[in-house]
């Protein structure tokens, strides 16, 4: 079993939708929870960051992390044209950060 | 500010061939690291750089050797590619855990 785990798509939806992308883990340790957001053929670029179990907002993103189901998820709401990209989910602890495949999405005009 | 830098952008090489990928970053950050990012795989870490004068093995270190040249670069190199190594590149860096840095990337073909 791999410790992170993300399916991979492809996800298309139509504008303004809402997004839900998910991550397990399988790794107790991990204490720092990301979502990073990848246009083809760029770097990652950091979305969100967490630290404890809950919600966290910054406009149109979501992040939830659940440490006792061992489960994350990144909402988009009102989804854009501009928010197709592939988005990678990752786990830290110490200086040992695990990425997910990466799940790539679409939102058609 | 020009963030993480990397050079090349793309590259190939013959089996057997060596090369060395570049990475800078002008952020002032203590970490780096170099990432390979295959298809369905995701990034996986290949070595860091906790600080300057360090370097520590990642998942997949085999056939690869890095330098911490100074504060801002840390250096990839592939002493006899093989195709096995054929991937996208990605160097970052941070100062925080929770907060990482990426490259544009190389994008390395071995043949």
């Known amino acids: 079993q791999k410790e992170v785990e993300q399916d991979p798509g492809p996800l298309s939806v139509p504008e303004g939708a809402i997004v839900s992308l998910n991550c397990t883990y399988s790794n107790s340790a991990f204490q720092y929870f990301m979502w990073y957001r990848q246009y083809s053929r760029k770097g990652p670029e950091l979305l969100m960051y967490t630290y404890s179990s809950g919600n966290k907002e910054d406009g149109r993103f979501t992040a939830q992390v659940d440490k006792s189901s061992k489960y994350i998820s990144l909402f988009i709401r009102d989804s854009q044209p501009s928010d197709s990209a592939t988005y990678l989910c990752?786990?830290?602890?110490?200086?040992?950060?695990?990425f997910g495949p990466g799940t790539r999405l679409s939102v058609l005009p | 500010n020009a963030g993480v830098t990397q050079t090349p952008k793309f590259q190939v090489l013959k089996t057997g061939q060596s090369m060395t990928l570049q990475c800078a970053q002008d952020m002032n950050h203590n970490s780096m690291y170099w990432y390979r990012q295959d298809p369905g795989m995701g990034l996986r870490l290949i070595y860091y750089s906790a600080s300057e004068g360090t370097t520590d093995k990642g998942e997949v270190p085999n056939g690869y050797n890095v330098s911490r040249l100074n504060k801002r670069e840390f250096s990839l190199r592939l002493e006899s590619a093989a195709p096995s190594q054929t991937s996208v590149y990605f160097c970052?860096?941070?100062?925080?855990?929770?907060?990482?840095?990426f490259g544009p990337g190389t994008r390395l073909t071995v043949l």
């Open positions: 970052a860096s941070n100062w925080r855990t929770d907060t990482q840095y």
């Open positions: 990752a786990m830290d602890y110490g200086q040992n950060f695990v």
